[in-house]
Every structure is written in structure tokens, then in C-alpha cells.
């Protein structure tokens, strides 16, 4: 597609749920990011994924959040019984891999736990 | 531990006012640098980029961003904002590995 796609743009869940959040990177970057902002928070990183390499999960906040990348492509973000802290933004962004490039980031998906 | 450290959380300034957004960075052997801007209820995007070379970085906007490598800084700045400036201004590191690390974000308010 033409740029970062997110799914769903909002969720409302309830505490205790899992919810699972899609991201489709720009075809052909290899590199795909998760991050995560709070509410007059900044970017808080997540996970990264670059081409067939083991991802790095060093930003995931628990053991209840976990994130596949399937073909190299389509991310999903997972986060298991969720708790109101969740409740954030949570934006994806791709990149062509090499670090020193652009990250072309989605709209993000607004999460909200009640 | 590799960190960037944005000096303001908020910073309000009249119309066509000149503005400094002030960003520093962790030293290594490589640094790659960036400043994205997210307008509100928007995703986030480029506003310039220093890979190498010369130290004055222009892009989008008007704004403009100077490689400070004794200061380990890398402050945007713009002679003349727009209310259409108002927006929340994240300062980025990549040192050449997998991850880009962002700063905590600087809001500018642009008043008229």
C-alpha cells in the first residue's frame, strides 16, 4: 500500500480481555517497529522486527504483550488480559531497514481498557 | 545505555517568533539523527535527517536542525513559526544497530 496501515484506528475493551492490534508495513521495508504512547507521554519502544532476524523484544512491558510477524510482512501486536495502564496509542512504523533510514509511521491505534 | 534527552516538555511562542527545540543525543562512534513531527490526531512524520556530512541539516517547513558533535546536541529551529507549527516535535537516535530510540517529545504551542 501506499503507506503504514493500522487496524483497528480504536478499541475499547474491557480489563481482563485480549486484544490483538494489525499492522500493515509499506511494501518491501523489512524493518517494522511497534511503539507505544501514553497520554503526554512520548514514544515508549516496543518491539522490532528486521527481515528473518530473531526480533528484539527488549521494550515489551510484560509477559502479557507479544507480537508476530508473519512473511516478513503483516505485524500483529497481542496483549493478553488487559489492564487500564495499556490504555495508550500504539503505532507501528516500517522502515527499509538499514538503521539509518526513515521510519514512515501509521496513524496508530488508540486503545482504550474500561 | 543509548538515550536522547529533549530539554522541554512545552514550549509557547508568539507567532512568527523564532524557536529553538532543543534535543541531545548519546555519543557513539556512529550516530544517525532525526526530527519527526506529529500534528494533532495525526501519525507522526519527517521533518530532516543527519546521516553525515554537513552539520546544518534543512527540512520541511522552514525548520532547520544544526549536528553539534563537542555538545552532543542537535537542536531544531525555525526563524519564523506559523500556528500551523503547533504540534508535538520528537527528537530520534539511531547508532547504526536496529533500534531508534526517540525522545520524551517537545509540545510548541504557537500563540497569536
Known amino acids: 500500500g501506499a503507506g503504514v496501515s493500522q487496524s483497528p484506528s480504536n478499541k475499547v475493551t474491557e480489563k481482563g480481555k485480549d486484544v490483538e492490534l494489525r499492522c500493515d508495513p509499506i511494501?518491501?521495508?523489512?524493518?517494522l517497529y511497534w511503539y507505544r504512547q501514553s497520554l503526554g507521554q512520548g514514544l515508549e519502544f516496543l518491539i522490532y522486527f528486521q527481515g528473518n532476524s530473531a526480533p528484539d523484544k527488549s521494550g515489551l512491558p510484560s509477559d502479557r504483550f507479544s507480537a508476530e510477524r508473519t512473511g516478513g510482512s503483516v505485524s500483529t501486536l497481542t496483549i493478553q488480559r488487559t489492564q487500564q495502564e495499556d490504555s495508550a496509542v500504539y503505532l507501528c512504523?516500517?522502515?527499509?531497514?538499514?538503521?539509518?533510514?526513515?521510519?514512515?509511521f501509521g496513524q496508530g491505534t488508540r486503545l482504550t481498557v474500561v | 545505555a543509548q538515550s536522547v534527552t529533549q530539554l522541554d516538555s512545552q514550549v509557547p511562542v508568539f507567532e512568527e517568533a523564532p524557536v529553538e527545540l532543543r534535543c541531545n543525543y548519546s555519543s557513539s562512534v556512529s550516530v544517525y539523527l532525526f526530527w519527526y513531527v506529529q500534528y494533532p490526531n495525526q501519525g507522526l512524520q519527517l521533518l530532516l535527517k543527519y546521516l553525515s556530512g554537513s552539520t546544518l541539516v534543512k527540512g520541511i517547513n522552514g525548520f532547520e536542525a544544526e549536528f553539534n558533535k563537542s555538545q552532543t546536541s542537535f537542536h531544531l529551529r525555525k526563524p519564523s513559526v506559523h500556528i500551523s507549527d503547533t504540534a508535538e516535535y520528537f527528537c530520534a537516535q539511531n547508532t547504526g544497530g536496529f533500534k531508534t530510540i526517540f525522545g520524551a517529545g517537545t509540545r510548541l504551542f504557537v500563540k497569536a
Open positions: 512504523a516500517s522502515s527499509l531497514g538499514p538503521p539509518n533510514t526513515e521510519a514512515f
Open positions: 511494501s518491501g521495508h523489512t524493518a
